[in-house]
């Protein structure tokens, strides 16, 4: 494990509230950043699954989360120098924010906020401003978000929205009487749009081709209204990363055997929410990790000895799942063990809105107009291939479906006062998604279940 310091550059940008448009600025920054030649790191602030496909094609490497809920305040700087050293080390990384600045757990006075990961990695801020409709009061507001919590460091403005020249002068004016920089100006004529689904952007493995040309527009719009300099030079600022870089070999207990047992992971369109880490902790407990696309593989990997279906959208492609019959029937009388989250979840049951799913689990599931969202602390109810009965979990649900029934005889959490998902024989399946790094033993067990 590293120990020393590493003067890594790193910026977080950040809003004061959700719709700012701090995506827009943070994947068009990965990207403009990239084309002057440099490593960019991207990092994202929540369990946000999204984003990081943005940052991921803007950067040229994998979008990373950094989420104290999840893995706990500990490990957020050694995922960082983790995630900005792999596959080499990056010249400057990006930490985009979620919600507001200073909006975490409900409840929890900020814990997990994006103002909590900037003073755990100690990084600099860069306010995202929707400017729309505001003059001098902008100023007003950003000296707030500057003084909530004085240990956090805003070190410049980018304005957004901004609609005209003298709105401009106007809202620099202001902003200088507080001594606040102003690194850029995007005006509301140069948005460039991407399509939503429920809180976010539609994944990019939805729409590739798309994406692409998303990225690209996002990456031309910050290099020609934001001062990059004036940003590389605010993350220079930032001091050592003096955290030891997170280590999935340490996380699981040594290195175990290479050559192990093949574990098959969902990817594809319909299955875009994985994090990172899940494959490095399985790779370092001996896994063989195998990627399959469910829509267009007919057959698990060869070999394979024990199946992660993650989180995605699968009820925008339930009739292409439907009609891969061969692959659903294979996960029906598969006897390894399972480990399924969300979409994993309503792809093992009977239906989805009607269309057939694997029917490995007796359930059917359809889409609602409610969405289910938020944090939650959780106790394993049973034992099964990744967990212990009464073990605590944190993790986070994320979904707008419902299940019938909405839990097994032997369900696999219980939070709120309620069980939840399924323990069914070899399978582990829920609504709760859960990042492995705060969680190692899960893919430490999984390979061992295998044999």
């Known amino acids: 494990m590293v120990s020393t310091g590493w003067a890594l550059p790193r910026v977080v940008v950040a809003a004061p509230a959700s719709g700012h448009g701090k995506t827009t600025v943070a994947t068009g920054l990965l990207g403009a950043l990239r084309r002057r030649g440099l490593t960019v790191s991207p990092h994202k602030v929540g369990p946000d699954y999204i984003d990081p496909g943005y940052h991921g094609l803007a950067a040229g490497r994998p979008g990373r989360n950094l989420d104290p809920w999840l893995v706990g305040p500990e490990r957020v700087?050694?995922?960082?120098?983790?995630?900005?050293?792999?596959?080499?080390?990056?010249?400057?990384?990006?930490?985009?924010?979620?919600?507001?600045?200073?909006?975490?757990?409900?409840?929890?006075?900020?814990?997990?906020?994006?103002?909590?990961?900037?003073?755990?990695?100690?990084?600099?801020?860069?306010?995202?401003?929707?400017?729309?409709?505001?003059?001098?009061?902008?100023?007003?507001?950003?000296?707030?978000?500057?003084?909530?919590?004085?240990?956090?460091?805003?070190?410049?403005?980018?304005?957004?929205?901004?609609?005209?020249?003298?709105?401009?002068?106007?809202?620099?004016?202001?902003?200088?009487?507080v001594g606040v920089p102003v690194l850029g100006a995007v005006s509301r004529s140069a948005e460039v749009a991407a399509p939503s689904r429920h809180l976010g952007l539609v994944p990019v493995a939805e729409r590739a081709p798309e994406s692409l040309a998303v990225v690209a527009a996002l990456a031309d719009l910050v290099a020609a209204t934001v001062d990059l300099d004036a940003v590389l030079d605010l993350a220079r600022s930032a001091?050592?990363?003096?955290?030891?870089?997170w280590d999935p070999v340490a996380a699981v207990g040594g290195q175990a055997s290479t050559g192990g047992p093949t574990v098959a992971v969902a990817a594809g369109a319909a299955f875009t929410f994985s994090y990172a880490e899940t494959a490095e902790l399985l790779a370092a407990a001996g896994a063989t990790v195998a990627p399959f696309d469910p829509l267009r593989d007919p057959g698990l990997p060869a070999g394979t000895r024990a199946v992660v279906i993650g989180g995605g959208f699968p009820e925008a492609h339930a009739d292409a799942l439907a009609g891969n019959a061969a692959l659903r029937a294979e996960l029906a009388a598969f006897d390894g063990p399972v480990v399924?989250?969300?979409?994993?979840?309503?792809?093992?049951?009977?239906?989805?809105?009607?269309?057939?799913?694997?029917?490995?689990?007796d359930l059917?599931?359809?889409?609602?107009?409610?969405?289910?969202?938020?944090?939650?602390?959780?106790?394993?109810?049973?034992?099964?291939?990744?967990?212990?009965?009464?073990?605590r979990v944190r993790g986070h649900e994320f979904h707008r479906t419902v299940t019938d029934p909405g839990h097994g005889n032997t369900p696999a959490w219980r939070f709120d006062g309620a069980a939840h998902g399924f323990v069914d024989g070899r399978v582990h399946a829920s609504y709760l998604h859960v990042h492995w790094a705060g969680q190692p033993h899960a893919a430490r067990r999984l390979v061992q279940a295998c044999r």
Not at 340 to 361: F, I, N, Q, V
Not at 373 to 381: F, I, K, P, Q, S
Request: hydrophobic share 45%.
């Open 77 to 177: 700087a050694p995922l960082l120098r983790h995630g900005a050293s792999r596959p080499t080390p990056a010249d400057v990384a990006v930490i985009e924010g979620v919600m507001g600045l200073h909006d975490g757990a409900v409840g929890r006075r900020g814990y997990a906020s994006t103002a909590h990961v900037a003073t755990l990695v100690d990084a600099p801020v860069v306010l995202v401003l929707d400017t729309t409709a505001q003059g001098r009061s902008a100023a007003a507001l950003v000296l707030g978000m500057r003084a909530f919590d004085e240990r956090v460091r805003v070190g410049g403005v980018i304005l957004n929205r901004v609609g005209s020249p003298r709105h401009e002068t106007l809202l620099r004016d202001a902003l200088a009487e």
């Open 239 to 245: 001091p050592p990363l003096a955290a030891p870089a």
């Open 340 to 361: 399924a989250e969300c979409a994993g979840l309503l792809y093992l049951g009977r239906s989805l809105d009607g269309a057939p799913m694997c029917g490995r689990l």
């Open 364 to 391: 059917t599931a359809r889409m609602t107009g409610r969405l289910t969202l938020g944090y939650r602390e959780a106790v394993a109810a049973a034992d099964s291939a990744v967990t212990r009965a009464g073990e």
